[in-house]
């Protein structure tokens, strides 16, 4: 085998109830104990997690608001009942397509999908063997990038180990598009804007909706070569028989309030 390819698709919560509700102003009576309702948001005390609502917000269905909350990694795959499809490769042409469709939002606020997030295997490319975090691991290219239209780039630097013992080096590009299920583009943002305390991601997108997917390409090229997706490009090459190999990882979890 020349290729081994190492992609991870783990998702990521805080209360997840039925449906939002307004509030409907605080109540003076202590009398009912955990019957009450002291902040009026439609909560008993007994199961509100969230004292003291400000009056008139919506809250979910343990009484907190969007602004009583901090997004939390959703451990678990697949969240939200979801249906995850994958199909392509991602080191070919049209690269590899993943597909999220009947998102069961309930009284979730929000929504982030988050790239490049998990700690313990760095997104990357290596042509020359296992990667080399981090001189090989994927750098968010802003010159690259358009947020806006749903298109994030990350770049790196390579090498290619051939069959006469040379490793010549390469340039990597990572390209991702998101899209609602309208195929109208997802903004992509960095975390601090997304209000998303991440482990290790810098960018995500915030997925309002009930669907979304995710396009990816990785390619390489050399001092003379245009770009090309990197198993194309590490097929052609005079590869030793045995040894070498491509190496890619890339991972996208989801954080929800």
């Not at 698709?9 to 104990?33: I, Y």
């Not at 019957?35 to 269905?61: E, K, S």
């Not at 097929?235 to 990882?249: E, F, K, L, M």
């Amino acid at each position: 085998m020349k290729h081994r390819i190492v992609i991870v698709a783990v998702m990521a919560s805080c209360a997840k109830g039925q449906a939002l509700q307004p509030d409907s102003g605080p109540s003076a009576d202590a009398s009912c104990g955990d019957m009450c309702d002291q902040d009026g948001d439609g909560v008993f005390d007994g199961a509100d997690q969230c004292p003291n609502t400000p009056h008139g917000v919506i809250v979910n269905h343990v009484g907190c608001a969007d602004s009583q909350l901090t997004p939390m990694l959703e451990p678990n795959f697949p969240p939200y009942n979801l249906t995850w499809t994958n199909a392509g490769e991602l080191g070919r042409a049209g690269g590899l397509t993943w597909t999220y469709t009947n998102i069961q939002r309930k009284d979730l606020f929000h929504i982030d999908w988050i790239v490049c997030d998990d700690p313990a295997m760095p997104c990357g490319l290596s042509l020359d063997g296992p990667i080399d975090a981090p001189a090989e691991a994927w750098q968010f290219s802003a010159a690259d990038s358009m947020l806006a239209m749903g298109k994030l780039v990350f770049t790196n630097t390579t090498k290619i180990l051939l069959a006469d013992t040379t490793t010549p080096t390469l340039s990597g590009r990572l390209t991702l598009t998101i899209v609602d299920s309208s195929e109208s583009p997802i903004v992509f943002a960095d975390v601090a804007t997304l209000g998303v305390v991440a482990r290790t991601g810098g960018y995500g997108a915030e997925i309002k909706g009930t669907a979304f997917k995710v396009v990816l390409l990785a390619e390489v090229k050399d001092a003379t070569s245009a770009w090309t997706p990197y198993m194309d490009y590490y097929d052609a090459a005079p590869t030793p028989v045995a040894g070498g190999g491509s190496h890619t990882s890339f991972d996208g979890w989801f954080y929800d309030k």
